[in-house]
């Protein structure tokens, strides 16, 4: 440190230096004196203006936050209202820090609001990504923190163990969250948001590990408010912490988006795909190059008797069952989509048309076979199909859903509950005209609209 026969300056110079490295309230008073000072250097009085406003400045952020996410709640932005109480919490324990009242109390109160948070982020996190709550094993964790955290507060103080408490134990509570909602981060905005959420536990694990056993601060209660423990909260919260909030944001307005856009593209009463999401879907599957697959048109037979009989509401039901039936075949490669009524178009990419054959076969024994007693009704219910696979001709995929449905036609002609093949209706047609004997043999395993 340069030489100078000021005191008063020697003695900011070592608080811009040191930042809190040591308990110095002399030093702090300095720090926290408003004003100008007679012979302190501007840029030292700058810097300890600049050091203030850290400790001024987490509360304020995170009570605006707290409105911002019972806002977006309210709006239906925000899938839960633990956000905003989370945010709260977390302001109110900062002000304690910015408005001490008395240290043992502020200790105390601080420390179960600060877990308070850990729990409410934790649940407003399995809630965004639809996970299961475990409440009661996160519920034991925070309540379990009230005893040895009584005892480290009021019955032996030692403050520097009880931080460590309260760092390790908000690091378990956010952490074990973000491990649970990990796998269903959909959106970079999600993936974003996972980072963010792991940097503060580390920077919980850190701060808790480097303060309890590598830098020796005091253990007194008092100490707490000028304590590099304190300023360190304080500047990580502003600079690494505050990722948390924002990143929580642009994942629930990934959310929204796709919530809307389901909306848009998914039937209400089945959540497959309605044909304006089939479409998109179909589309997005191309990449802007020839699709090739297959596409199968399903329809339920006789199901304006079914809905005369008994019901339109037990034939929703019935659209909802074999819905179902259809939703097991769903991968990543395959799009489900529910056109109107009931009649159910799906589209396999790269397969040929007896795979698809089979598939349609392997859902139609399924249909047939099941039994409908838990809807109110003993009758059996049936479904024809239509397969046909795309050409290299077709520029998208109706053509294909068009000879698809021919073929469906055939299946309702030749007595329903059947799997019926575009080219066999193609075979049948060349065959009229005398031109293709040598040309349509096929292998005798085939399926066709009689065999299948």
Not at 322 to 346: D, P, W, Y
């Amino acid at each position: 440190m340069p030489k100078t026969n000021n005191p008063l300056l020697t003695s900011c110079v070592q608080i811009n230096i040191t930042a809190f490295l040591v308990d110095d309230p002399p030093c702090l008073l300095i720090l926290s004196a408003p004003g100008r000072v007679a012979g302190v250097p501007d840029g030292t009085l700058y810097a300890m203006e600049m050091q203030n406003i850290i400790f001024y400045l987490p509360s304020s952020l995170f009570l605006i936050m707290a409105f911002v996410f019972l806002l977006l709640w309210r709006i239906g932005l925000s899938s839960s209202w633990q956000w905003g109480a989370g945010f709260a919490q977390t302001a109110s324990g900062f002000a304690l820090s910015s408005f001490p009242i008395e240290p043992t109390f502020d200790q105390f109160t601080s420390g179960i609001l600060y877990i308070g948070a850990a729990y409410s982020y934790g649940s407003a996190i399995l809630i965004h990504f639809e996970q299961p709550l475990w409440q009661w094993t996160r519920r034991a964790l925070a309540i379990g923190f009230l005893a040895p955290h009584t005892y480290l507060v009021l019955i032996i103080p030692s403050l520097r163990w009880d931080l460590f408490l309260i760092e390790i134990v908000f690091a378990c509570l956010l952490g074990s969250t973000i491990w649970l909602a990990a796998s269903r981060a959909k959106f970079a905005a999600d993936v974003a948001f996972i980072i963010a959420s792991s940097l503060v536990v580390i920077d919980c694990l850190v701060r808790g590990v480097v303060f309890t056993f590598l830098i020796q601060t005091s253990d007194e209660m008092a100490d707490f408010l000028h304590s590099a423990y304190n300023l360190s909260v304080h500047v990580s919260t502003i600079t690494v912490c505050m990722l948390f909030p924002f990143s929580a944001i642009a994942a629930m307005t990934a959310a929204a988006v796709n919530r809307h856009r389901n909306a848009a593209e998914q039937d209400p009463l089945t959540s497959l795909l309605n044909r304006r999401g089939f479409e998109q879907a179909t589309q997005r599957s191309s990449g802007g190059t020839l699709l090739t697959g297959a596409i199968i048109v399903c329809d339920i037979d006789h199901f304006k008797k079914i809905n005369d009989s008994f019901g339109h509401a037990t034939g929703d039901h019935v659209i909802v069952e074999v819905s179902k039936e259809l939703l097991k075949i769903q991968n990543q490669k395959t799009h489900i989509a529910r056109f109107g009524g009931e009649e159910f178009v799906i589209f396999v990419l790269d397969a040929s048309e007896i795979e698809v054959a089979q598939i349609a076969e392997t859902l139609r024994e399924k249909i047939a076979t099941r039994r409908w007693v838990d809807l109110g009704f003993d009758c059996k219910v049936t479904a024809s199909f239509g397969v046909a696979e795309l050409d290299l001709s077709d520029f998208s995929v109706d053509a294909a859903i068009d000879r698809a449905d021919r073929a469906l036609y055939l299946a309702k002609l030749a007595g329903r509950n059947q799997v019926a093949l575009a080219s066999s209706i193609q075979e049948k047609h060349l065959g009229s005209a005398g031109a293709m004997k040598s040309k349509t043999a096929r292998p005798s395993s085939r399926p066709t609209a009689a065999s299948v």
